[in-house]
């Protein structure tokens, strides 16, 4: 087997302009753009892409890590304070990396199968891995890898191992695809379905269907759906068609589900053909329909592809990170186990800085090719790179191999094994991640060490949280910093999870409503500066030995701190001061306040001035405009004085979410960033740029069928309009549904259908009439997501989305997830 090697030489020779290369023969392995994902720093080259935050910041704390290898688009940066470092330069640093990427892929001819489409390609791409991997050693995106950048990372991990690589390829917008095709030159394609997805990148859906074709361009054959074959435009391609309403290569006749399976009856080659999957939905009978297809082009036997679809596995495409027994975090990815993943699982663990131990629970992995020894070798080499502390292996390979492993290691032949010694290992303070194949049904580790929970859960989606900073970042001027308000448990979100993720994400401040919420985060890890936006003279304490920086808004709290400060012999704190420039709530207020203050401030040069600030009164209301442009203006003029007469800058800071959209003016030196996290915009409910973060869900508890006249709950104020039937829900007012909710005024989704309340909202359930649609006991139920948004909840409740996710309790169960 060709075993290919890249130097940093080579590599300069590939894609560099020019470059200085203190140790040209440096063998380079991992490609890496994000630098809190270091890992195997000596052999990994950094690669500065262009974005709203200068990369090049990052290469001083990466040098001081290890990193030796760079690709730099600017030409002016100092290599000259990184003498034993290589330096590749390129005006364009993303070209680059897709340009190395593409010369690759060159060194293999196997089967390529480029996978797109608006919706199913993850599904696609994973489903044909499971079906295909019998016959094949498979190389596949990682996850959802389908950009400019995860395309190219994707191609990366191939090597003269593999036979058959499944890759995936997104589009947002016009003339993407064709640097996608250049990287993975696909041999065969498959157009999944076309849907809204980025439909304001296109003018209509022609051209979007037209670019996404772009990937086939060179192809030998495309698995496409009739109605779609007069958009292919090269005519030398062969086609391989499916249709659930016109003659095709394999023509659907009928698709018939019951007991949570659907057969599937098709006609290929003037055959009657079959398959039987465990899924009823109508993308997952689609998508396999697609599978089925391209099982068929590859020459699988029917007989073959109808016993392996009846096996077909749900794809599970999210971390989720739940609360443990003994104070652990767990984060629960007991479906999936290859190294891709692996890798990306490890990244999202070193996140979670609420514990000092971080520990992985693994079963033996999936292999692609890779013989054994040198696979478990790699984790191995991955986990001391990742500074795993505690690592217990599950499966005869993993034990075969134990000896590659550090010492504070466990090894299992089988997860019942395991399970009898869980007591014994003693987990206390820890994050765990537990990461299986779905043959090893680790969801039975991740029961046991999970906290028993209400069934009702408010799930928190990490990377659209991630994806709105970065929206509202973009509407920043530049080197303007971001304070992220996570008072009130984050919204009701969770505290030290949201903090986590924004710390990681490069938050500059973050803000809290009280010492208490402050001092829960420094225990948790967090090291970012924070404001405690309602200091207590009773809490300064807690404020200094936390590191916490106190907001001022009045003579009495200033003047406490500062006899508290000089009482405790502190040279100097910092502080932030509020100005009421309207709001009239807290703050110092006019001119003769504010003079007052300058002088007090003057004879306590201890007291640091961190930042200056105001509260803009209704930024989000056009109605209200000119109010705010004369506080912006107030805040100016007022926060100059201060500054003159201190003698120093500070970060001045006015905008909140509604004022990052609307007024350039208000940014300042730093923004406020709140309910935005979460996809909530007070100035457009129909802000697509923004996407939802937070899903409420419960389930029937139990299904009674009642008859005309017969009432429901307390008071009798539910009636029965006709026979029918309601479900009893695990959701009360003691969860957060308001009581104002009840007698048909709420609304929930029941298996896509909305339905209505019924009776009064009860402390800890709540009912549906569900009389006119198809439901089981033990059916999700939606109370909000994308489909019905906070924004129909709060309205319904005549309240904004703020009181409603604040009201959530505590009892509900957070589930926190990377998808």
């Known amino acids: 087997m060709k075993i290919i090697k890249y130097t940093i030489q080579s590599i300069s020779e590939i894609i560099g302009e020019k470059c200085k290369l203190f140790s040209p023969h440096t063998n380079i392995k991992n490609l890496l753009y994000d630098s809190r994902k270091l890992a195997d720093a000596t052999q990994s080259l950094f690669f500065v892409l262009p974005g709203k935050v200068n990369a090049h910041n990052f290469i001083d704390s990466l040098y001081q890590k290890g990193m030796r290898n760079f690709v730099i688009s600017d030409s002016s940066f100092a290599v000259a304070l990184y003498p034993d470092a290589n330096f590749i330069y390129s005006q364009n640093t993303l070209f680059a990396l897709q340009q190395l990427a593409t010369h690759h892929r060159q060194h293999f001819n196997f089967p390529v199968i480029g996978v797109t489409g608006s919706n199913g390609k993850t599904v696609v791409k994973e489903w044909l891995f499971q079906l295909l991997n019998p016959d094949y050693k498979i190389v596949r995106s990682p996850k959802s890898f389908n950009s400019q950048i995860g395309v190219p990372l994707s191609l990366w991990q191939t090597d003269a191992s593999h036979n058959l690589g499944i890759f995936e390829a997104g589009i947002s917008q016009p ?16 157009l999944t379905n076309l849907g809204a997805a980025h439909n304001e990148g296109f003018i209509h859906s022609d051209q979007k269907l037209n670019e996404k074709l772009a990937l086939f361009s060179i192809a030998n054959f495309v698995i496409i759906n009739k109605r779609y074959l007069k958009n292919i435009k090269n005519h030398h391609v062969k086609t391989f068609t499916w249709s659930f309403t016109s003659a095709a290569d394999l023509q659907i006749k009928s698709a018939h589900s019951e007991n949570n399976k659907t057969v599937i009856t098709a006609m290929y080659k003037n055959t009657p053909v079959q398959i039987r999957i465990p899924f009823t939905d109508k993308a997952s009978i689609e998508n396999a329909v697609i599978c089925w297809a391209t099982l068929l082009l590859l020459g699988v036997g029917q007989a073959t592809i109808a016993h392996r679809m009846q096996h077909l596995q749900a794809v599970k495409m999210r971390l989720e990170l739940k609360n443990g027994k003994n104070n652990c975090s767990i984060i629960d990815d007991s479906y999936n186990s290859d190294l891709s993943s692996l890798e990306i699982a490890l990244d999202f663990l070193n996140q979670q800085q609420q514990h000092p131990t971080k520990t992985l629970i693994l079963s033996d992995l999936l292999q692609t090719g890779t013989a054994a020894n040198v696979l478990y070798a790699k984790i191995a080499h991955l986990l001391a790179t990742k500074n795993i502390y505690k690592f217990i292996g599950v499966g005869t390979n993993l034990s075969q191999y134990r000896n590659l492993f550090a010492t504070n290691s466990h090894f299992y032949t089988q997860t019942e094994d395991l399970m009898a010694d869980l007591a014994n290992l003693k987990f206390s303070n820890e994050a765990i991640l537990i990461k299986g194949a779905r043959s090893f049904g680790f969801q039975k580790i991740s029961k046991l060490l999970t906290q028993k929970v209400h069934q009702t859960v408010l799930e928190i989606n990490l990377n659209a949280l991630e994806h709105n900073f970065n929206y509202y970042k973009t509407l920043l001027q530049p080197k303007v910093k971001v304070m992220a308000v996570v008072k009130a448990f984050s919204y009701g979100s969770g505290s030290y999870q949201i903090a986590n993720v924004l710390q990681y994400n490069k938050v500059d401040y973050l803000a809290v409503a009280f010492a208490d919420e402050g ?38 709290i200033l003047k406490a701190f500062a006899e508290y400060i000089t009482h405790h012999n502190i040279v100097t704190y910092p502080i932030h001061i509020k100005l009421d420039t309207g709001m009239h709530r807290l703050g110092f207020e006019g001119d003769d306040e504010i003079k007052k203050l300058v002088a007090f401030l003057a004879k306590h040069p201890q007291l640091k001035v961190c930042s200056i600030f105001s509260h803009l009164v209704a930024s989000e209301n056009v109605q209200h405009d000119e109010f705010t442009k004369l506080q912006i203006n107030l805040f100016k003029q007022q926060a100059a004085f201060i500054e003159q007469s201190i003698g120093y800058k500070t970060i001045k800071h006015l905008a909140n979410t509604s004022a990052i959209n609307r007024f350039d003016s208000a940014q300042f030196d730093m923004v406020r960033l709140g309910i935005g996290f979460y996809g909530v915009d007070s100035t457009s409910r129909n802000n697509d740029k923004l996407e939802n973060v937070i899903s409420l869900k419960t389930n029937i508890s139990q299904i009674k069928h009642l008859y005309k006249g017969d009432t429901v709950g307390y008071g009798r104020k539910g009636v029965m309009l006709k026979d029918g039937k309601i479900a009893t829900l695990k959701i009360g007012y003691a969860d957060g549904i308001s009581r104002r909710l009840g007698n048909g005024k709420g609304k929930m989704w029941v298996n896509n259908q909305l339905v209505h309340t019924i009776g009064t909202i009860c402390m800890d359930m709540c009912m549906l009439d569900i009389s006119n649609i198809e439901a089981k006991e033990g059916d999700e139920v939606i109370v909000f997501d994308d489909r019905q948004s906070i924004y129909t909840l709060a309205d319904d409740l005549e309240t904004i989305p703020y009181e409603v996710l604040t009201s959530i309790s505590q009892r509900v169960k957070r589930v926190y997830y990377y998808a």
């Open 175 to 190: 003339n993407e695809m064709d640097k996608l095709q250049k990287i993975i030159q696909p041999t065969i394609g498959i």
């Open 519 to 556: 001092t829960e985060l420094r225990a948790a890890g967090i090291t970012t500066p924070i404001m405690v936006m309602s200091p207590e003279e009773a809490a300064f304490d807690a404020i200094v030995s936390n590191k916490l920086e106190p907001e001022l808004y009045s003579f009495r």
